[in-house]
Protein backbone atom coordinates (compact mmCIF):
# COMPACT_ATOMS: atom_id res chain seq x y z
CA UNK A 1 0.00 0.00 0.00
CA UNK A 2 0.98 3.67 -0.36
CA UNK A 3 1.64 6.18 2.54
CA UNK A 4 -0.38 9.39 1.78
CA UNK A 5 -0.64 11.43 4.33
CA UNK A 6 -3.05 14.41 4.89
CA UNK A 7 -0.77 17.43 4.27
CA UNK A 8 -1.13 19.44 1.98
CA UNK A 9 2.52 19.56 0.40
CA UNK A 10 3.24 19.55 -3.52
CA UNK A 11 4.54 15.61 -3.20
CA UNK A 12 7.47 13.69 -4.43
CA UNK A 13 6.47 9.67 -4.85
CA UNK A 14 8.94 6.84 -4.82
CA UNK A 15 8.07 3.78 -5.62
CA UNK A 16 10.03 0.49 -4.99
CA UNK A 17 8.77 -3.46 -4.24
CA UNK A 18 11.72 -4.37 -1.93
CA UNK A 19 10.82 -2.53 1.38
CA UNK A 20 14.22 -1.83 2.09
CA UNK A 21 14.65 -0.08 -0.69
CA UNK A 22 11.99 1.93 -0.41
CA UNK A 23 12.38 3.38 2.97
CA UNK A 24 16.08 4.29 2.33
CA UNK A 25 14.54 6.36 -0.99
CA UNK A 26 11.72 8.05 1.24
CA UNK A 27 14.55 8.68 3.81
CA UNK A 28 16.96 10.49 1.63
CA UNK A 29 14.27 12.28 0.16
CA UNK A 30 12.87 13.57 3.76
CA UNK A 31 16.21 14.26 4.45
CA UNK A 32 16.64 17.32 1.70
CA UNK A 33 13.01 17.72 1.03
CA UNK A 34 11.01 16.87 3.89
CA UNK A 35 10.43 20.57 5.24
CA UNK A 36 8.80 21.48 1.63
CA UNK A 37 7.63 18.77 -0.09
CA UNK A 38 5.32 15.86 1.26
CA UNK A 39 7.48 12.40 0.46
CA UNK A 40 5.30 9.82 -0.70
CA UNK A 41 6.28 5.82 -0.61
CA UNK A 42 4.59 3.00 -2.35
CA UNK A 43 5.59 -0.83 -2.89
CA UNK A 44 3.95 -1.34 -6.64
CA UNK A 45 2.81 0.16 -9.43
CA UNK A 46 -1.25 -0.55 -8.41
CA UNK A 47 -0.93 0.89 -5.20
CA UNK A 48 1.22 4.38 -6.39
CA UNK A 49 -1.75 4.35 -9.00
CA UNK A 50 -4.35 4.30 -6.65
CA UNK A 51 -2.09 6.69 -4.62
CA UNK A 52 -1.80 9.38 -7.55
CA UNK A 53 -5.37 9.37 -8.14
CA UNK A 54 -6.33 10.06 -4.62
CA UNK A 55 -4.06 12.90 -4.48
CA UNK A 56 -5.87 13.73 -7.93
CA UNK A 57 -8.91 14.02 -6.40
CA UNK A 58 -8.36 16.12 -3.77
CA UNK A 59 -6.35 18.98 -5.50
CA UNK A 60 -2.96 17.73 -4.50
CA UNK A 61 0.13 18.65 -7.06
CA UNK A 62 2.59 16.23 -7.79
CA UNK A 63 5.91 17.35 -8.84
CA UNK A 64 8.38 13.77 -9.07
CA UNK A 65 7.92 10.73 -9.72
CA UNK A 66 11.02 8.00 -8.75
CA UNK A 67 10.23 4.28 -10.21
CA UNK A 68 12.64 1.00 -10.11
CA UNK A 69 12.30 -0.10 -13.02
CA UNK A 70 12.48 -3.96 -11.82
CA UNK A 71 9.07 -4.61 -10.19
CA UNK A 72 6.65 -7.53 -10.83
CA UNK A 73 3.12 -7.33 -12.11
CA UNK A 74 4.09 -3.92 -13.31
CA UNK A 75 7.26 -2.36 -14.12
CA UNK A 76 8.70 0.59 -13.44
CA UNK A 77 8.39 1.94 -17.23
CA UNK A 78 4.72 0.43 -17.31
CA UNK A 79 4.01 2.36 -14.40
CA UNK A 80 5.56 5.77 -15.31
CA UNK A 81 3.65 5.39 -18.67
CA UNK A 82 -0.20 5.26 -16.56
CA UNK A 83 1.33 7.89 -13.90
CA UNK A 84 1.33 9.93 -17.46
CA UNK A 85 -2.58 9.98 -17.75
CA UNK A 86 -2.69 11.24 -14.11
CA UNK A 87 -0.34 13.70 -13.55
CA UNK A 88 1.14 14.67 -16.90
CA UNK A 89 2.86 17.45 -15.61
CA UNK A 90 5.05 15.47 -13.02
CA UNK A 91 8.58 14.92 -13.49
CA UNK A 92 9.35 11.10 -13.90
CA UNK A 93 12.53 9.32 -13.08
CA UNK A 94 13.43 5.56 -13.52
CA UNK A 95 15.25 3.70 -10.94
CA UNK A 96 17.56 1.27 -12.21
CA UNK A 97 20.89 -1.16 -12.27
CA UNK A 98 23.33 -0.87 -14.20
CA UNK A 99 22.93 -3.93 -16.51
CA UNK A 100 19.40 -2.04 -17.33
CA UNK A 101 20.49 1.23 -18.85
CA UNK A 102 19.91 0.34 -22.38
CA UNK A 103 15.81 -0.36 -20.99
CA UNK A 104 16.27 2.98 -19.39
CA UNK A 105 17.17 5.07 -22.29
CA UNK A 106 14.68 3.31 -24.24
CA UNK A 107 12.40 4.48 -21.44
CA UNK A 108 13.26 7.91 -22.19
CA UNK A 109 12.82 8.06 -25.84
CA UNK A 110 9.67 6.31 -25.94
CA UNK A 111 7.77 7.11 -22.76
CA UNK A 112 9.18 10.32 -22.38
CA UNK A 113 11.00 9.64 -19.21
CA UNK A 114 12.77 12.68 -17.75
CA UNK A 115 15.84 10.77 -16.36
CA UNK A 116 17.07 7.72 -15.16
CA UNK A 117 19.15 6.78 -11.88
CA UNK A 118 21.64 4.14 -11.28
CA UNK A 119 21.39 2.02 -7.80
CA UNK A 120 22.88 2.64 -5.47
CA UNK A 121 22.86 6.37 -5.55
CA UNK A 122 25.15 6.55 -3.11
CA UNK A 123 26.57 9.74 -1.95
CA UNK A 124 23.00 11.53 -2.89
CA UNK A 125 24.49 14.50 -2.46
CA UNK A 126 26.34 13.71 -5.33
CA UNK A 127 24.14 11.34 -7.25
CA UNK A 128 20.86 12.77 -6.40
CA UNK A 129 19.99 15.54 -5.24
CA UNK A 130 21.43 17.41 -7.85
CA UNK A 131 18.82 15.68 -10.15
CA UNK A 132 16.19 16.32 -8.55
CA UNK A 133 17.25 19.69 -8.00
CA UNK A 134 17.17 20.24 -11.64
CA UNK A 135 13.75 18.34 -12.03
CA UNK A 136 12.10 20.31 -9.38
CA UNK A 137 12.82 23.64 -11.06
CA UNK A 138 12.15 22.29 -14.23
CA UNK A 139 8.43 21.42 -12.96
CA UNK A 140 8.28 24.79 -10.91
CA UNK A 141 8.84 26.58 -14.41
CA UNK A 142 6.61 24.23 -16.42
CA UNK A 143 3.04 25.28 -18.13
CA UNK A 144 1.81 21.75 -16.78
CA UNK A 145 2.21 22.56 -13.05
CA UNK A 146 -1.47 22.07 -12.43
CA UNK A 147 -3.73 25.16 -10.42
CA UNK A 148 -5.15 24.05 -7.46
CA UNK A 149 -8.99 24.05 -8.56
CA UNK A 150 -12.09 25.43 -6.38
CA UNK A 151 -14.45 22.36 -5.54
CA UNK A 152 -18.15 22.77 -6.80
CA UNK A 153 -20.96 20.96 -5.38
CA UNK A 154 -24.44 20.84 -6.51
CA UNK A 155 -27.18 19.06 -8.29
CA UNK A 156 -27.53 18.60 -12.43
CA UNK A 157 -30.93 20.79 -12.69
CA UNK A 158 -30.11 23.95 -10.45
CA UNK A 159 -30.30 27.09 -12.08
CA UNK A 160 -28.03 28.47 -9.02
CA UNK A 161 -25.16 25.94 -9.65
CA UNK A 162 -25.50 26.09 -13.12
CA UNK A 163 -25.11 29.98 -12.27
CA UNK A 164 -21.80 29.28 -10.46
CA UNK A 165 -20.35 27.04 -12.60
CA UNK A 166 -20.83 29.51 -15.77
CA UNK A 167 -19.79 32.89 -13.77
CA UNK A 168 -16.11 30.78 -12.85
CA UNK A 169 -15.57 29.13 -15.81
CA UNK A 170 -16.01 32.62 -17.65
CA UNK A 171 -14.18 33.90 -15.23
CA UNK A 172 -11.06 31.47 -16.18
CA UNK A 173 -11.13 30.62 -12.43
CA UNK A 174 -10.23 26.38 -12.67
CA UNK A 175 -13.04 24.51 -10.40
CA UNK A 176 -14.23 20.86 -10.63
CA UNK A 177 -17.82 19.77 -10.17
CA UNK A 178 -19.37 17.16 -7.51
CA UNK A 179 -22.74 15.99 -8.52
CA UNK A 180 -24.11 16.03 -4.34
CA UNK A 181 -25.63 12.40 -5.15
CA UNK A 182 -22.14 11.29 -6.16
CA UNK A 183 -20.09 9.69 -3.07
CA UNK A 184 -17.37 12.56 -3.70
CA UNK A 185 -19.70 15.16 -3.88
CA UNK A 186 -21.07 13.87 -0.33
CA UNK A 187 -17.69 13.61 1.17
CA UNK A 188 -17.27 17.41 0.83
CA UNK A 189 -21.10 17.96 1.94
CA UNK A 190 -19.99 16.17 5.26
CA UNK A 191 -16.69 18.03 5.38
CA UNK A 192 -18.36 21.36 5.27
CA UNK A 193 -20.91 20.43 7.40
CA UNK A 194 -24.09 20.65 5.24
CA UNK A 195 -26.73 18.31 4.45
CA UNK A 196 -27.48 18.98 0.95
CA UNK A 197 -30.15 21.24 1.79
CA UNK A 198 -28.19 24.70 0.31
CA UNK A 199 -26.64 24.17 -2.89
CA UNK A 200 -24.26 24.98 -4.49
CA UNK A 201 -21.05 24.03 -2.09
CA UNK A 202 -17.93 26.12 -2.97
CA UNK A 203 -14.70 24.94 -1.49
CA UNK A 204 -12.30 27.30 -2.57
CA UNK A 205 -8.90 26.04 -3.01
CA UNK A 206 -7.43 27.02 0.04
CA UNK A 207 -10.44 25.20 1.79
CA UNK A 208 -12.72 27.91 2.74
CA UNK A 209 -16.50 27.03 2.32
CA UNK A 210 -19.24 28.74 0.84
CA UNK A 211 -23.12 27.66 0.99
CA UNK A 212 -24.81 29.24 -2.14
CA UNK A 213 -22.32 32.45 -2.38
CA UNK A 214 -23.39 35.03 -4.33
CA UNK A 215 -21.01 36.75 -7.36
CA UNK A 216 -19.18 39.41 -5.07
CA UNK A 217 -18.04 36.84 -2.71
CA UNK A 218 -17.58 34.48 -4.60
CA UNK A 219 -14.82 36.53 -7.13
CA UNK A 220 -13.45 37.81 -4.01
CA UNK A 221 -12.75 34.00 -2.68
CA UNK A 222 -11.62 33.05 -5.93
CA UNK A 223 -8.81 35.40 -6.38
CA UNK A 224 -10.70 37.97 -8.97
CA UNK A 225 -10.55 41.63 -7.88
CA UNK A 226 -13.22 43.38 -6.82
CA UNK A 227 -12.13 46.99 -5.13
CA UNK A 228 -10.18 49.60 -6.57
CA UNK A 229 -7.08 50.53 -5.57
CA UNK A 230 -7.78 53.88 -5.72
CA UNK A 231 -10.79 56.80 -5.55
CA UNK A 232 -9.64 58.85 -8.66
CA UNK A 233 -8.75 57.86 -12.30
CA UNK A 234 -8.09 59.10 -15.40
CA UNK A 235 -10.57 56.72 -17.15
CA UNK A 236 -13.42 54.35 -16.20
CA UNK A 237 -14.02 51.80 -18.47
CA UNK A 238 -17.47 50.02 -17.57
CA UNK A 239 -18.54 46.53 -19.23
CA UNK A 240 -15.87 44.17 -19.83
CA UNK A 241 -16.85 43.04 -23.36
CA UNK A 242 -14.60 43.63 -26.28
CA UNK A 243 -15.03 47.12 -26.49
CA UNK A 244 -14.52 47.40 -22.86
CA UNK A 245 -11.30 45.49 -22.92
CA UNK A 246 -10.26 47.04 -26.23
CA UNK A 247 -10.59 50.55 -24.43
CA UNK A 248 -8.70 48.92 -21.32
CA UNK A 249 -5.77 48.16 -23.41
CA UNK A 250 -5.23 51.61 -25.36
CA UNK A 251 -6.37 53.54 -22.24
CA UNK A 252 -3.52 51.58 -20.03
CA UNK A 253 -0.90 51.68 -22.89
CA UNK A 254 -1.13 55.28 -23.78
CA UNK A 255 -0.61 56.13 -20.15
CA UNK A 256 -4.24 56.60 -18.65
CA UNK A 257 -4.87 55.05 -15.05
CA UNK A 258 -7.25 53.12 -16.23
CA UNK A 259 -9.82 50.53 -14.08
CA UNK A 260 -12.76 48.87 -16.09
CA UNK A 261 -15.57 47.35 -14.20
CA UNK A 262 -17.37 44.22 -15.52
CA UNK A 263 -20.83 43.10 -13.17
CA UNK A 264 -20.44 39.05 -14.30
CA UNK A 265 -17.77 38.03 -16.59
CA UNK A 266 -15.12 39.58 -18.98
CA UNK A 267 -15.64 38.61 -22.62
CA UNK A 268 -19.51 39.89 -22.63
CA UNK A 269 -21.66 38.04 -25.45
CA UNK A 270 -18.52 37.50 -27.76
CA UNK A 271 -16.87 35.94 -24.63
CA UNK A 272 -19.67 32.92 -24.62
CA UNK A 273 -18.85 32.39 -28.57
CA UNK A 274 -17.64 28.67 -29.26
CA UNK A 275 -15.46 29.89 -32.01
CA UNK A 276 -15.70 33.64 -33.87
CA UNK A 277 -14.61 32.81 -37.41
CA UNK A 278 -14.42 36.07 -39.14
CA UNK A 279 -12.31 37.88 -36.94
CA UNK A 280 -9.25 39.36 -38.45
CA UNK A 281 -6.08 38.06 -37.63
CA UNK A 282 -7.74 34.57 -36.45
CA UNK A 283 -8.21 32.54 -40.07
CA UNK A 284 -8.65 29.17 -37.96
CA UNK A 285 -11.00 30.59 -35.43
CA UNK A 286 -10.65 31.87 -32.18
CA UNK A 287 -13.27 31.12 -28.99
CA UNK A 288 -14.83 33.81 -26.72
CA UNK A 289 -13.25 32.64 -24.11
CA UNK A 290 -9.67 32.55 -25.75
CA UNK A 291 -10.07 35.93 -27.23
CA UNK A 292 -11.17 37.25 -23.53
CA UNK A 293 -8.39 35.83 -21.47
CA UNK A 294 -6.05 37.41 -23.83
CA UNK A 295 -7.17 40.45 -24.08
CA UNK A 296 -7.75 40.53 -20.30
CA UNK A 297 -4.04 39.37 -19.51
CA UNK A 298 -3.13 42.33 -22.37
CA UNK A 299 -5.11 44.91 -20.29
CA UNK A 300 -3.07 44.04 -16.89
CA UNK A 301 0.19 43.65 -18.49
CA UNK A 302 -0.23 47.30 -19.16
CA UNK A 303 -1.57 48.16 -16.06
CA UNK A 304 -5.69 47.91 -16.39
CA UNK A 305 -7.46 47.04 -13.07
CA UNK A 306 -9.97 44.85 -13.51
CA UNK A 307 -12.43 44.63 -10.92
CA UNK A 308 -15.16 41.62 -11.62
CA UNK A 309 -18.75 41.35 -9.89
CA UNK A 310 -19.00 44.97 -9.31
CA UNK A 311 -22.41 46.50 -10.13
CA UNK A 312 -22.79 49.93 -11.26
CA UNK A 313 -25.81 51.66 -10.48
CA UNK A 314 -25.42 55.27 -11.06
CA UNK A 315 -23.26 58.13 -12.96
CA UNK A 316 -22.84 61.49 -11.82
CA UNK A 317 -21.34 65.19 -13.31
CA UNK A 318 -19.54 66.57 -10.08
CA UNK A 319 -17.64 69.40 -11.71
CA UNK A 320 -14.66 67.59 -14.09
CA UNK A 321 -14.85 64.60 -12.14
CA UNK A 322 -17.22 61.64 -12.95
CA UNK A 323 -18.86 59.47 -10.38
CA UNK A 324 -19.37 56.42 -11.04
CA UNK A 325 -21.24 54.36 -8.02
CA UNK A 326 -22.35 50.66 -7.28
CA UNK A 327 -24.83 48.65 -5.80
CA UNK A 328 -23.17 48.29 -2.13
CA UNK A 329 -23.42 52.23 -1.92
CA UNK A 330 -19.49 52.81 -2.34
CA UNK A 331 -17.93 55.02 -5.46
CA UNK A 332 -15.09 55.84 -7.59
CA UNK A 333 -14.32 58.70 -9.74
CA UNK A 334 -12.68 59.47 -12.75
CA UNK A 335 -11.74 62.07 -15.30
CA UNK A 336 -13.13 60.29 -17.84
CA UNK A 337 -15.79 57.29 -18.57
CA UNK A 338 -16.00 55.19 -21.58
CA UNK A 339 -19.68 53.07 -21.41
CA UNK A 340 -18.98 49.66 -22.50
CA UNK A 341 -21.75 47.78 -20.91
CA UNK A 342 -23.11 45.84 -24.12
CA UNK A 343 -26.30 43.76 -24.40
CA UNK A 344 -27.81 41.02 -22.52
CA UNK A 345 -30.03 38.04 -24.64
CA UNK A 346 -33.69 39.18 -24.29
CA UNK A 347 -35.75 36.84 -22.09
CA UNK A 348 -38.21 33.98 -23.79
CA UNK A 349 -41.87 35.15 -22.93
CA UNK A 350 -43.11 31.78 -23.21
CA UNK A 351 -44.69 29.57 -20.36
CA UNK A 352 -42.80 28.31 -18.52
CA UNK A 353 -39.57 29.39 -19.47
CA UNK A 354 -38.59 31.43 -16.62
CA UNK A 355 -39.29 28.50 -14.34
CA UNK A 356 -36.73 26.27 -16.00
CA UNK A 357 -33.96 28.58 -16.57
CA UNK A 358 -30.87 27.30 -15.54
CA UNK A 359 -32.61 23.44 -15.90
CA UNK A 360 -32.97 22.92 -19.85
CA UNK A 361 -33.05 26.35 -20.90
CA UNK A 362 -30.57 28.82 -21.13
CA UNK A 363 -29.85 31.86 -22.16
CA UNK A 364 -26.56 32.03 -24.90
CA UNK A 365 -24.39 29.13 -25.25
CA UNK A 366 -23.41 28.23 -21.57
CA UNK A 367 -20.57 26.32 -23.06
CA UNK A 368 -20.27 24.65 -19.10
CA UNK A 369 -23.31 22.22 -20.36
CA UNK A 370 -22.04 21.18 -23.61
CA UNK A 371 -20.63 18.27 -22.75
CA UNK A 372 -23.45 17.49 -20.75
CA UNK A 373 -25.30 17.56 -24.51
CA UNK A 374 -23.51 14.14 -25.62
CA UNK A 375 -25.93 12.43 -27.54
CA UNK A 376 -28.94 14.49 -26.43
CA UNK A 377 -31.47 15.95 -29.11
CA UNK A 378 -31.10 20.32 -28.40
CA UNK A 379 -32.96 23.11 -29.93
CA UNK A 380 -31.49 26.65 -30.56
CA UNK A 381 -33.42 29.27 -30.64
CA UNK A 382 -32.59 32.12 -32.89
CA UNK A 383 -30.96 32.92 -36.54
CA UNK A 384 -28.07 35.30 -35.93
CA UNK A 385 -24.67 34.51 -35.71
CA UNK A 386 -24.52 33.86 -32.32
CA UNK A 387 -26.85 30.60 -32.44
CA UNK A 388 -25.23 30.03 -35.63
CA UNK A 389 -22.32 29.34 -33.88
CA UNK A 390 -23.32 27.31 -30.62
CA UNK A 391 -25.70 25.32 -33.20
CA UNK A 392 -21.98 23.94 -35.03
CA UNK A 393 -20.10 23.61 -31.68
CA UNK A 394 -22.91 22.02 -30.02
CA UNK A 395 -23.23 19.67 -33.04
CA UNK A 396 -19.75 18.17 -32.52
CA UNK A 397 -21.53 15.96 -29.65
CA UNK A 398 -25.23 16.23 -29.69
CA UNK A 399 -27.11 13.68 -31.42
CA UNK A 400 -29.20 16.34 -33.67
CA UNK A 401 -29.33 20.23 -33.62
CA UNK A 402 -32.37 22.16 -34.51
CA UNK A 403 -32.39 26.08 -35.14
CA UNK A 404 -35.70 27.24 -34.80
CA UNK A 405 -35.94 30.84 -36.62
CA UNK A 406 -39.21 33.04 -36.97
CA UNK A 407 -37.94 34.26 -40.13
CA UNK A 408 -38.24 32.91 -43.67
CA UNK A 409 -34.44 32.16 -43.78
CA UNK A 410 -30.87 32.80 -42.33
CA UNK A 411 -29.32 34.93 -44.55
CA UNK A 412 -30.91 37.76 -43.38
CA UNK A 413 -29.06 38.10 -39.96
CA UNK A 414 -26.23 35.10 -39.90
CA UNK A 415 -23.26 35.77 -41.74
CA UNK A 416 -22.53 34.02 -45.39
CA UNK A 417 -20.17 31.48 -44.06
CA UNK A 418 -22.21 30.41 -40.77
CA UNK A 419 -25.16 29.66 -43.43
CA UNK A 420 -22.66 27.42 -45.75
CA UNK A 421 -21.21 25.28 -42.45
CA UNK A 422 -25.17 24.59 -41.21
CA UNK A 423 -25.99 23.83 -44.49
CA UNK A 424 -23.80 21.25 -44.90
CA UNK A 425 -23.70 20.03 -40.91
CA UNK A 426 -25.29 16.69 -41.33
CA UNK A 427 -26.57 16.17 -37.86
CA UNK A 428 -28.29 20.37 -37.97
CA UNK A 429 -32.09 21.19 -39.41
CA UNK A 430 -33.25 24.51 -39.20
CA UNK A 431 -36.88 25.13 -38.73
CA UNK A 432 -38.22 28.41 -40.44
CA UNK A 433 -41.46 30.64 -39.42
CA UNK A 434 -41.23 28.71 -35.87
CA UNK A 435 -41.51 29.97 -32.46
CA UNK A 436 -41.59 28.25 -28.83
CA UNK A 437 -45.00 28.41 -27.66
CA UNK A 438 -44.40 26.94 -24.28
CA UNK A 439 -41.89 24.93 -21.82
CA UNK A 440 -42.74 21.81 -19.83
CA UNK A 441 -40.60 19.44 -17.55
CA UNK A 442 -40.73 18.99 -13.72
CA UNK A 443 -37.41 20.60 -12.14
CA UNK A 444 -35.89 20.16 -15.71
CA UNK A 445 -37.10 20.90 -18.90
CA UNK A 446 -38.50 17.69 -20.90
CA UNK A 447 -40.32 18.76 -23.94
CA UNK A 448 -41.20 22.01 -25.86
CA UNK A 449 -44.60 23.10 -28.04
CA UNK A 450 -43.52 24.68 -31.45
CA UNK A 451 -45.81 26.87 -33.27
CA UNK A 452 -45.76 27.09 -36.96
CA UNK A 453 -46.05 30.98 -37.34
CA UNK A 454 -47.73 30.57 -41.33
CA UNK A 455 -50.56 27.90 -40.30
CA UNK A 456 -50.53 28.05 -36.28
CA UNK A 457 -50.63 24.86 -36.13
CA UNK A 458 -48.42 23.46 -32.75
CA UNK A 459 -46.59 20.15 -32.28
CA UNK A 460 -45.26 18.82 -28.83
CA UNK A 461 -41.51 17.58 -29.18
CA UNK A 462 -39.30 16.04 -26.62
CA UNK A 463 -36.28 17.58 -25.58
CA UNK A 464 -33.67 18.42 -22.71
CA UNK A 465 -31.74 21.09 -24.19
CA UNK A 466 -32.86 24.11 -25.41
CA UNK A 467 -30.25 27.38 -25.46
CA UNK A 468 -32.09 30.99 -26.67
CA UNK A 469 -30.51 33.68 -28.77
CA UNK A 470 -33.30 36.05 -29.99
CA UNK A 471 -31.76 39.60 -29.87
CA UNK A 472 -30.15 41.83 -27.71
CA UNK A 473 -31.26 44.73 -25.08
CA UNK A 474 -28.21 47.28 -23.76
CA UNK A 475 -27.85 47.59 -20.24
CA UNK A 476 -28.39 51.14 -19.90
CA UNK A 477 -31.38 51.39 -17.12
CA UNK A 478 -29.54 52.70 -14.74
CA UNK A 479 -28.30 55.54 -16.60
CA UNK A 480 -31.97 57.16 -16.83
CA UNK A 481 -32.13 60.80 -16.34
CA UNK A 482 -27.84 61.41 -17.24
CA UNK A 483 -27.37 59.70 -20.62
CA UNK A 484 -29.49 60.30 -23.37
CA UNK A 485 -30.89 56.72 -25.41
CA UNK A 486 -32.99 56.10 -28.25
CA UNK A 487 -36.65 54.66 -27.75
CA UNK A 488 -35.04 51.20 -27.75
CA UNK A 489 -32.47 51.76 -24.86
CA UNK A 490 -29.33 52.40 -26.90
CA UNK A 491 -26.89 55.38 -26.41
CA UNK A 492 -26.84 58.32 -28.05
CA UNK A 493 -23.52 59.75 -29.38
CA UNK A 494 -21.67 62.51 -31.57
CA UNK A 495 -23.74 63.35 -34.88
CA UNK A 496 -27.19 61.45 -33.70
CA UNK A 497 -27.45 64.24 -30.33
CA UNK A 498 -26.82 67.08 -33.12
CA UNK A 499 -29.67 65.95 -36.01
CA UNK A 500 -31.16 69.41 -36.28
CA UNK A 501 -27.54 71.21 -36.10
CA UNK A 502 -27.83 72.22 -32.60
CA UNK A 503 -25.83 70.22 -29.26
CA UNK A 504 -28.61 68.80 -26.58
CA UNK A 505 -30.46 71.40 -24.42
CA UNK A 506 -27.97 70.98 -21.51
CA UNK A 507 -24.57 70.71 -23.55
CA UNK A 508 -22.42 73.75 -21.67
CA UNK A 509 -19.25 73.25 -24.54
CA UNK A 510 -18.34 75.36 -27.21
CA UNK A 511 -17.86 72.33 -29.46
CA UNK A 512 -20.61 70.05 -30.34
CA UNK A 513 -20.01 66.68 -29.01
CA UNK A 514 -17.70 64.17 -30.39
CA UNK A 515 -18.44 61.00 -32.58
CA UNK A 516 -18.56 58.55 -29.60
CA UNK A 517 -19.24 60.94 -26.48
CA UNK A 518 -22.51 61.80 -24.83
CA UNK A 519 -24.59 64.27 -24.04
CA UNK A 520 -22.20 64.30 -21.03
CA UNK A 521 -18.77 66.06 -21.93
CA UNK A 522 -16.70 63.30 -21.26
CA UNK A 523 -18.67 60.39 -21.14
CA UNK A 524 -18.31 57.99 -24.15
CA UNK A 525 -19.74 54.74 -25.56
CA UNK A 526 -18.04 51.96 -27.59
CA UNK A 527 -19.69 48.92 -28.48
CA UNK A 528 -23.12 47.22 -28.59
CA UNK A 529 -24.78 49.70 -26.62
CA UNK A 530 -24.14 52.46 -28.72
CA UNK A 531 -27.13 53.22 -30.93
CA UNK A 532 -26.63 52.12 -34.41
CA UNK A 533 -23.92 50.43 -33.51
CA UNK A 534 -22.14 47.21 -36.10
CA UNK A 535 -23.06 44.36 -33.46
CA UNK A 536 -19.70 42.78 -34.48
CA UNK A 537 -16.42 41.58 -32.37
CA UNK A 538 -14.20 43.76 -34.81
CA UNK A 539 -15.99 46.97 -34.84
CA UNK A 540 -16.76 46.66 -30.69
CA UNK A 541 -13.01 46.70 -30.11
CA UNK A 542 -12.50 49.28 -32.91
CA UNK A 543 -14.77 51.70 -31.08
CA UNK A 544 -13.33 50.82 -27.77
CA UNK A 545 -9.35 52.12 -29.44
CA UNK A 546 -11.27 54.81 -30.81
CA UNK A 547 -13.03 56.12 -27.53
CA UNK A 548 -9.89 56.26 -25.75
CA UNK A 549 -8.33 58.24 -28.52
CA UNK A 550 -11.61 61.12 -28.23
CA UNK A 551 -10.52 60.82 -24.58
CA UNK A 552 -7.08 61.72 -24.98
CA UNK A 553 -8.78 64.40 -26.54
CA UNK A 554 -11.41 65.64 -24.45
CA UNK A 555 -8.40 65.65 -21.33
CA UNK A 556 -6.20 68.07 -23.58
CA UNK A 557 -8.78 70.46 -23.99
CA UNK A 558 -10.16 70.16 -20.51
Not at 304 to 327: C, D, H, K, Q, W
Not at 410 to 422: C, G, N, P
Not at 431 to 436: A, D, E, F, L, P
Request: net charge negative; with cysteine; proline share 5%.
Amino acid sequence: MAEVSDATRTVIMTVDDDPGVSRAVARDLRRRYGESYRIVRAESGASALEALRELKLRGDLVAVILADYRMPQMNGIEFLEQALDVYPGARRVLLTAYADTEAAIDAINVVDVDHYLLKPWDPPEEKLYPVLDDLLQAWRCSDFRPVPATKVVGHRWSARSSEVREFLARNQVPYRWYSADEPEGRRLLAAAGQDGQRLPLVVTPDGTPLIEPEAPELAARVGLATTPEADFYDLVVIGGGPAGLGAAVYGASEGLRTVLVERSATGGQAGQSSRIENYLGFPDGVSGAQLTDRARRQAAKFGAEILTAREVTGLEVNGAARTVRFSDGSEVAAHSVILATGVSYRQLDAPGTADLTGCGVFYGSALTEAASCQGHDVYIVGGANSAGQAAMYLSRGAKSVTLLVRGADLTASMSYYLVQQINEAPNISVRTRTVVESVHGDGHLERLTLRDVDSGGSELVDAQWMFVFIGAAPLTQWLDGTVLRDAHGFILTGPDLTADGRPPADWELDRPPYHLETNVPGVFVAGDARAESAKRVASAVGEGAMAVMLVHRYLEQS
